[in-house]
Each structure stands twice: as structure tokens, then as C-alpha cells.
């Protein structure tokens, strides 16, 4: 199990070694945008590769096993429709990114609204809400990797996965996480189907002995479906949404060739999630099978074990922990250049790169720690993090489509927005009957109404759109 | 200004009829039926994913060739499909 598990990792080393070649010597743009190279495959494993992490693998069927219908709905719903939101807008942010030449969210805020001040904001806020990520992958990792190797020191094996987390980094910035999300998404689709299969074949009569999902979620004192249907949809909307304006989704908007290729990829991504009904099959195998994991989480990999040969076990063991650390590398090259070209400003290409690789062991080594020491924390962050990070929407949408809107009123929107959430999760009772994130929207925009019409930016101001359209013309001639 | 995204009846067959589908089908088709171990409603569920990617197949259809000029990257070649 541990020489399959070797193998795979060992082979994603060889696949970030290989995108390095024809470019060992990096530009920081190439470094974290691949220098817009990447056509539709290679844009659409990248995408897929930010979009499932261990969370999918592990969480979801676990989810299953010990939730019921409406966590399906949620989870399954606002990966569905995040594509159909990338579809439309995605496009017009990588037109953006041309425009301005940006490479991270803050470059763009900052210079479409000409504010150092809120690009700053828009660094710090995103950081905040991304360090819990690295932590949770870690977590998630924590648990495939003491599983495999029991005598081991947790810290150790965590502290070797950062080690290969850093050396895609080092190795080839965005380039690698490309080609290592490569290797990952197929071996996942093809891992979640295997264990699916089997587990559908080797249940008595063909699977037809399996309990709906209702059932599981009344043996396990879930809500019934409709009790949560405010919840889901609020949730599905809201996160789907978020993926708008995640740091790292941007990244990978930025790295694309063309905004067509963008559209290609979201047209073709939800296709992908044909491992669902593989992964609800699994963890319903589990409770009628008699396979009880330590924690519902582990359920897939439990399952996994008791099904599979131990070779294949090992293969998707070092699935799994690719998947967080494709998710990992991602971060760590969204949060750098947040640092090397928001927060300080006017470093030297090479500087960027050499802060950018330091920066990257930090937050590694940080999130290690934090993995080990104060996971509660972090998952309550965590929890924020797709709240948190939504309120940068209404400033993309004014960009995109309010000319006057000024960078006060979208750093107010924002605050507005942060202490709405934070208010209403400690105070209010429906929080548990209605995402709080889209109320704290809705009072961002009314915040960055007010004031836009109190303190409008100058009349010559043009939003984003207007600004592509008159590039546009200017180049017919 | 929705329109300059796109004309308004691709954001309507895009984004609002596969949300409308979702939620039709997470709670209005019976839970209490099973087929392979999984509810009616949540296959139903599963099954809006291919069903959103015909529509935004459709959507990529309408919109082809818009901004074609400003769309190309000065950077060459393209590394997508050399896998």
C-alpha cells in the first residue's frame, strides 16, 4: 500500500518537474499566472483541481453518512452553479486582468478603482481568509497520512507533505499545480468510480438493498428535506457566488489564453460531477454494511480499505492527498503575490519570486502548526471564509458595471458586510434557517449605494465593461 | 447593463433555468422512492449537472465570436492541449 502510495506522489514530483521545462527562467507574472498560456484542458484541470479538495473526497461522503438530503443539495448545488456564474463574468474578469495587467484580485480592485488604500484592504482581507484553508487541507491529510503510516509522528508526516507542497512551488509556480491537478483529477474521477462501482456490486441484489438518503438522515437525526430548503438555497447561492471572487480563482482565470477558453472550461465542468452519485453510494455502503469509521470522514477511505486490493487502497490514499496538496499549492500562490505585489509594492521581478518562495514556506509551515494546534479555531474561519470573502461581489459588480462608484464605498460595503455576518451569526436565532451571508450582502450593496450617491467617483470614471468596449473599438480602428 | 455580458435570455438559460431545475428537483420530486440506494429527488439532483452543461453548451453557441479581437493572448503557443 505505502510503495503504490510512494509511486504516485513520486510521480507528481516527475509531472512538476516536467512543467518546468522551456521555462526555467520564470517571470513572476509566469510564476503565478502561467503568463496567460494555458488553453481550455489545461485551464479546465486547473480549475477542476481549485475546485475539489479533500474536502469532496472525504468530507462529502462523510457528510452522507452522518447528515442527510440537504447537505447533498447544498454541497452538490453550489458546485453546479458556480460554473454557470464563471461562465458569464469570468470571462469579463480575465478581460480585466488584460486591461490593467493584474495577477491577483487586489491588482485589479486597485487599479480599476485607482486606490492603493483599497487594494491594501483587499490584500489583507483576502490573506486573513485564506490562511484557514492551508490548515484544513493539512487536517484532511493528517488523517490519510497517519492511517498509512501509524508509528509515524503526525507533525512529521505533515511537515513532508508541505515539504512537496513547496517543491511544486519552487519548482514551477502555477505551472506545476497545472500539471499535478492533471494527475490528480483523473486519479480521483477514476478512484470515486472504482470504489463506487465496487461497493454498488458487492452490496446484496446490485445495490437495491440500500436505504435512500432519507433514511440515513433519520437514523441520524438530520433535518428532513424541505425543513433546510432555506438554507440550501441560500447556501447554494451564496457559495456560488463566492466562487467569483475567490483568490485563487482568479489565478486561474488570469493563466487563460482566451475568454473563450474560460467559457469552454465552465461549460465542461459540470460533467465532472459524475462522482457524486458514486460518493453517496459509498457512504450508504457504509451504514449498511457494517463499516463504522473512527470519524465520519474517514468513511470513504474505510470503505476503500474494505473493498479494495491493498495496492489500489495505497493509489487512492495518494489521491486524496494530492487533492489537498493541488489545493495547498493554489493557495500558496494566491497568498504570495498578495504579498509581493499588494502589500509591497514595487519589488523587482526576481524579488517577487524570491519573497513569493519565502512567503510560501511561511504559510506552510504556519498552517502545519495551526493544523496541529488550533484546528477549532481555524475551522471556525474556515466556516467564515466563503461569508467573508462573497462581500468583495458588489465591489466586482460595480467595477464591472458602476462607472461612479468610488473605492470608499466598496471598502464600506465590505466592512458593512463583515460585521453584518459577524453580528448576525452571535446574535441572531434563524442563522441556522437562512445563510447570513446573503443578508450581509444585501447590506453591503445598500452601504455602497449610499456612499457612491453621497461621495460619487468623478463623471469621467468608466466601468470595466465600457472601458473593454472602447479598447475594442479603438483597435478596429 | 446585464446585456453587455451577454443578450438576457442567455443568463436566463445559463444561470436561472439550471437553478430553477436544482431546486424543482431537490424538492419537489418524492425522497421517499430509491433507486441504487439514492432518492428520487437527489438523482434528480445529479442529473441537472449534464443538463446545465447542454445549456451552457448552448450559451457558448450564441456567444462565439464576440470580442474575438481582444480575446487572444499576445503570449504564444497555447499549452492546453499538449496533454
Redesign the interface.
Given at each position: 500500500m505505502i510503495i503504490s502510495f510512494l509511486v504516485v506522489i513520486a510521480l507528481s514530483m516527475v509531472l512538476a518537474m516536467r512543467a518546468r521545462a522551456g521555462h526555467s527562467q520564470q517571470s513572476a507574472k509566469d510564476f503565478f499566472v502561467?503568463?496567460?498560456?494555458?488553453?481550455?484542458?489545461?485551464?479546465f484541470f486547473l480549475s477542476v483541481g481549485e475546485t475539489y479538495s479533500v474536502l469532496t473526497m472525504l468530507g462529502f461522503p462523510g457528510g452522507v453518512y452522518s447528515g442527510g438530503?440537504d447537505f447533498?443539495?447544498w454541497f452538490?448545488?453550489f458546485i453546479?452553479?458556480a460554473?454557470?456564474?464563471l461562465?458569464?463574468?469570468g470571462?469579463?474578469i480575465w478581460?480585466a486582468g488584460?486591461l490593467y495587467g493584474a495577477a491577483t484580485i487586489a491588482d485589479f480592485f486597485g487599479r480599476h478603482f485607482e486606490s492603493r488604500s483599497l487594494e491594501i484592504f483587499v490584500a489583507i482581507s483576502c490573506i486573513i481568509l485564506l490562511i484557514p484553508i492551508g490548515t484544513m487541507q493539512f487536517v484532511g491529510i493528517r488523517l490519510v497520512l497517519t492511517h498509512l503510516m501509524p508509528g509515524v509522528v503526525p507533525a512529521l508526516l505533515t511537515s513532508l507533505a508541505a515539504a512537496v507542497t513547496l517543491a511544486y512551488v519552487l519548482l514551477a509556480g502555477l505551472?506545476a499545480s497545472a500539471f499535478v491537478a492533471?494527475l490528480k483529477d483523473l486519479l480521483m474521477l477514476a478512484a470515486i468510480v472504482v470504489v463506487g462501482v465496487a461497493a454498488?456490486f458487492l452490496?446484496q441484489n446490485?445495490?437495491?438493498?440500500?436505504?435512500?438518503?432519507?433514511e440515513i438522515l433519520h437514523a441520524t437525526g438530520g433535518g428532513e428535506?424541505?425543513d433546510g430548503?432555506a438554507l440550501?438555497?441560500s447556501t447554494?447561492i451564496l457559495q456560488a457566488i463566492g466562487f467569483l471572487v475567490i483568490p485563487q480563482g482568479w489565478a486561474v482565470l488570469f493563466s487563460a489564453?482566451?475568454?473563450?477558453?474560460i467559457?469552454?472550461t465552465?461549460?465542461?465542468?459540470?460533467?465532472y460531477?459524475?462522482m457524486?452519485?458514486m460518493l453517496?453510494?459509498v457512504a450508504?455502503?457504509a451504514r449498511t454494511h457494517g463499516i463504522v469509521p473512527g470519524r465520519p470522514d474517514f468513511v470513504f477511505l474505510a470503505v476503500t480499505e474494505a473493498l479494495l486490493p491493498s495496492y489500489l487502497t495505497g493509489v487512492i490514499f495518494a489521491t486524496v492527498t494530492l487533492a489537498g496538496l493541488v489545493i495547498l499549492s493554489g493557495v500558496c500562490l494566491a497568498i504570495a503575490p498578495l504579498i509581493t505585489r499588494n502589500m509591497v509594492p514595487n519589488l523587482s521581478n526576481n524579488r517577487q519570486m524570491i519573497w513569493a518562495k519565502v512567503v510560501t514556506g511561511i504559510y506552510l509551515v504556519a498552517s502545519v502548526i495551526c493544523a496541529e494546534t488550533s484546528t477549532r479555531l481555524m475551522a471556525t474561519i474556515n466556516g467564515l471564509f466563503h461569508m467573508g470573502i462573497t462581500q468583495l461581489f458588489p465591489g466586482l459588480l460595480a467595477a464591472?458595471?458602476w462607472a461612479r462608484v468610488p473605492a470608499k464605498a466598496v471598502i464600506a460595503g465590505v466592512l458593512i458586510g463583515f460585521f453584518t455576518v459577524g453580528g448576525l451569526m452571535t446574535s441572531w436565532s434563524g442563522a441556522s434557517y437562512f445563510n447570513v451571508g446573503i443578508l450581509a450582502l444585501v447590506a453591503n450593496l445598500v452601504g455602497l449605494w449610499v456612499v457612491s450617491h453621497v461621495s460619487p467617483r468623478a463623471s469621467s470614471a468608466q466601468?470595466v465593461?465600457r472601458k473593454?468596449?472602447c479598447?475594442?473599438n479603438a483597435?478596429?480602428g | 447593463?446585464l446585456r453587455?455580458?451577454?443578450p438576457f435570455r442567455?443568463?436566463v438559460i445559463?444561470?436561472a433555468f439550471?437553478?430553477s431545475l436544482?431546486?424543482a428537483s431537490?424538492?419537489a420530486l418524492p425522497?421517499?422512492?430509491?433507486f441504487?440506494?439514492?432518492?428520487f429527488?437527489?438523482?434528480g439532483?445529479?442529473l441537472?449537472?449534464?443538463v446545465?452543461?447542454l445549456?451552457?453548451?448552448y450559451?457558448?453557441s450564441e456567444?462565439?465570436g464576440t470580442?474575438?479581437?481582444?480575446?487572444?493572448?499576445k503570449?504564444?503557443?497555447?499549452?492546453?492541449?499538449?496533454?
Amino acid at each position: 500500500m505505502i510503495i503504490s502510495f510512494l509511486v504516485v506522489i513520486a510521480l507528481s514530483m516527475v509531472l512538476a518537474m516536467r512543467a518546468r521545462a522551456g521555462h526555467s527562467q520564470q517571470s513572476a507574472k509566469d510564476f503565478f499566472v502561467a503568463h496567460g498560456q494555458f488553453g481550455a484542458v489545461l485551464l479546465f484541470f486547473l480549475s477542476v483541481g481549485e475546485t475539489y479538495s479533500v474536502l469532496t473526497m472525504l468530507g462529502f461522503p462523510g457528510g452522507v453518512y452522518s447528515g442527510g438530503q440537504d447537505f447533498i443539495i447544498w454541497f452538490f448545488g453550489f458546485i453546479m452553479m458556480a460554473p454557470t456564474l464563471l461562465f458569464f463574468i469570468g470571462p469579463w474578469i480575465w478581460r480585466a486582468g488584460r486591461l490593467y495587467g493584474a495577477a491577483t484580485i487586489a491588482d485589479f480592485f486597485g487599479r480599476h478603482f485607482e486606490s492603493r488604500s483599497l487594494e491594501i484592504f483587499v490584500a489583507i482581507s483576502c490573506i486573513i481568509l485564506l490562511i484557514p484553508i492551508g490548515t484544513m487541507q493539512f487536517v484532511g491529510i493528517r488523517l490519510v497520512l497517519t492511517h498509512l503510516m501509524p508509528g509515524v509522528v503526525p507533525a512529521l508526516l505533515t511537515s513532508l507533505a508541505a515539504a512537496v507542497t513547496l517543491a511544486y512551488v519552487l519548482l514551477a509556480g502555477l505551472r506545476a499545480s497545472a500539471f499535478v491537478a492533471v494527475l490528480k483529477d483523473l486519479l480521483m474521477l477514476a478512484a470515486i468510480v472504482v470504489v463506487g462501482v465496487a461497493a454498488l456490486f458487492l452490496s446484496q441484489n446490485g445495490g437495491a438493498n440500500l436505504p435512500p438518503a432519507s433514511e440515513i438522515l433519520h437514523a441520524t437525526g438530520g433535518g428532513e428535506s424541505g425543513d433546510g430548503a432555506a438554507l440550501a438555497i441560500s447556501t447554494i447561492i451564496l457559495q456560488a457566488i463566492g466562487f467569483l471572487v475567490i483568490p485563487q480563482g482568479w489565478a486561474v482565470l488570469f493563466s487563460a489564453r482566451s475568454a473563450d477558453s474560460i467559457r469552454q472550461t465552465q461549460m465542461v465542468a459540470p460533467l465532472y460531477m459524475v462522482m457524486f452519485p458514486m460518493l453517496v453510494i459509498v457512504a450508504q455502503y457504509a451504514r449498511t454494511h457494517g463499516i463504522v469509521p473512527g470519524r465520519p470522514d474517514f468513511v470513504f477511505l474505510a470503505v476503500t480499505e474494505a473493498l479494495l486490493p491493498s495496492y489500489l487502497t495505497g493509489v487512492i490514499f495518494a489521491t486524496v492527498t494530492l487533492a489537498g496538496l493541488v489545493i495547498l499549492s493554489g493557495v500558496c500562490l494566491a497568498i504570495a503575490p498578495l504579498i509581493t505585489r499588494n502589500m509591497v509594492p514595487n519589488l523587482s521581478n526576481n524579488r517577487q519570486m524570491i519573497w513569493a518562495k519565502v512567503v510560501t514556506g511561511i504559510y506552510l509551515v504556519a498552517s502545519v502548526i495551526c493544523a496541529e494546534t488550533s484546528t477549532r479555531l481555524m475551522a471556525t474561519i474556515n466556516g467564515l471564509f466563503h461569508m467573508g470573502i462573497t462581500q468583495l461581489f458588489p465591489g466586482l459588480l460595480a467595477a464591472l458595471f458602476w462607472a461612479r462608484v468610488p473605492a470608499k464605498a466598496v471598502i464600506a460595503g465590505v466592512l458593512i458586510g463583515f460585521f453584518t455576518v459577524g453580528g448576525l451569526m452571535t446574535s441572531w436565532s434563524g442563522a441556522s434557517y437562512f445563510n447570513v451571508g446573503i443578508l450581509a450582502l444585501v447590506a453591503n450593496l445598500v452601504g455602497l449605494w449610499v456612499v457612491s450617491h453621497v461621495s460619487p467617483r468623478a463623471s469621467s470614471a468608466q466601468s470595466v465593461i465600457r472601458k473593454v468596449a472602447c479598447n475594442q473599438n479603438a483597435a478596429r480602428g | 447593463m446585464l446585456r453587455h455580458i451577454a443578450p438576457f435570455r442567455l443568463p436566463v438559460i445559463g444561470v436561472a433555468f439550471p437553478f430553477s431545475l436544482l431546486c424543482a428537483s431537490a424538492f419537489a420530486l418524492p425522497s421517499d422512492q430509491v433507486f441504487w440506494g439514492i432518492s428520487f429527488n437527489i438523482w434528480g439532483v445529479f442529473l441537472c449537472a449534464p443538463v446545465t452543461s447542454l445549456c451552457l453548451r448552448y450559451c457558448r453557441s450564441e456567444l462565439e465570436g464576440t470580442s474575438a479581437s481582444l480575446e487572444k493572448s499576445k503570449h504564444a503557443p497555447s499549452e492546453g492541449n499538449i496533454i
